[in-house]
């Protein structure tokens, strides 16, 4: 008698859920960004929300909760209900680095549902225009000249602007005095207003002000030179080659978040990502936007382990830890 009625239980909850998972959704969803306003994963949650609402009916909201390299707003992510009413949206850095750095009482990768990949862009070498600098070899042989002393931003410890300034260190045998902000957004005005050295930034966060002529940009991190701004070398076309750094994003969904609302959710960032105007929106930034195939909750998890796999090693190895 006891397992019949453990059985309707389960059975009559299953169809709670999926009914929940029909109608979904019936009221606004947030969008946590572990970062604060205005910066490059900031603009992306907003320009993604923006054209999301229109496929689920629904507000899109994107709330910013800073601090600690991202943990805390993934954090706030990770413990909300599984109803897909909260979404965490990051990148390489908050949800892959972050765990081979920081004591986290949840795990990135088993704590949540991937949504779907969304963008892609590789870091961007810049300084401040009172840097005596013009190109990347004469960039290294000035940090060499002032090891130790030249100021690097950072969007906290574990961020990719963090991670990528150290391996930059690493290769070039010299160290910098990383200064901390709650987001590569208020590290780039200092770096605009010359109260700080260099960032190794986003692509997507320092063009804009590149092109404006506030910054000055060395190499991009990566293969190939970036379609937005074909002017600036590749790290090999400079002279530091294969350092490679491409800082992807991803929407995950709290542990335990029905498949059906996972589906709902992947084909609303879907439809965003093939309408042209959010394409050229991206596009323009230095973004790369992923094949359709790339796009399923099933590539973005694989691509998270992958990562897992290859960079805990070697922060591990290069002992970053938080402050």
């Given amino acids: 008698m006891k397992k019949l009625f453990v059985a309707a239980l389960a059975a009559a909850l299953a169809g709670i859920t999926t009914a929940g998972a029909d109608n979904y959704p019936t009221r606004s969803i947030t969008i946590i960004v572990p970062f604060s306003a205005g910066g490059p994963t900031d603009a992306l949650a907003r320009v993604l929300g923006e054209r999301m609402r229109q496929t689920l009916g629904q507000p899109i909201v994107v709330e910013n909760v800073t601090g600690a390299g991202g943990t805390i707003g993934v954090g706030r992510a990770v413990s909300a209900a599984p109803d897909g009413y909260t979404l965490s949206i990051g990148h390489l850095g908050t949800h892959v680095i972050n765990g081979a ?5 949840f795990d990135l990768v088993k704590d949540f549902e991937p949504v779907a990949m969304v963008a892609s862009n590789p870091m961007m070498i810049v300084t401040k225009n009172a840097i005596p600098t013009k190109n990347l070899k004469e ?28 391996y930059l260190g690493q290769l070039i045998g010299a160290k910098f005095q990383f200064v901390p902000y709650r987001g590569t957004g208020p590290a780039l005005l200092d770096l605009v207003a010359g109260q700080i050295d260099l960032i190794v930034d986003q692509a997507s966060n320092s063009l804009a002000q590149v092109k404006a002529g506030k ?8 293969e190939k030179r970036l379609a937005a701004a074909p002017e600036i070398p590749t790290v090999d076309e400079a002279g530091l ?4 750094v491409e800082l992807w994003s991803g929407v995950w969904a709290p542990k335990g978040t029905p498949k059906e609302i996972i589906g709902k959710l992947n084909a ?13 929106r991206l596009e323009e930034a230095g973004l790369d936007i992923p094949q359709r195939d790339k796009q399923t909750p099933e ?9 897992v796999k290859k960079w805990w090693p070697m922060i591990k190895a290069a002992q970053i830890k938080a402050e």
Avoid: C, M
């Avoid at 910054?215 to 990566?222: E, K, L, Q």
């Fill in 101 to 105: 750095i920081y004591p986290l009482s």
């Fill in 139 to 166: 960039l290294i042989a000035w940090i060499k000249a002032n090891d130790g002393k030249a100021t690097a931003g950072t969007a906290g410890v574990g961020s990719g602007s963090h991670f990528s300034g150290v």
């Fill in 215 to 222: 910054i000055r940009p060395y190499a991009i991190t990566s």
């Fill in 241 to 244: 080659p294969g350092f490679y």
């Fill in 268 to 280: 609303a960032v879907a439809d965003a990502l093939a309408d042209p105007a959010v394409r050229k």
């Fill in 299 to 307: 590539a973005l998890g694989a691509h998270q382990q992958a990562e």
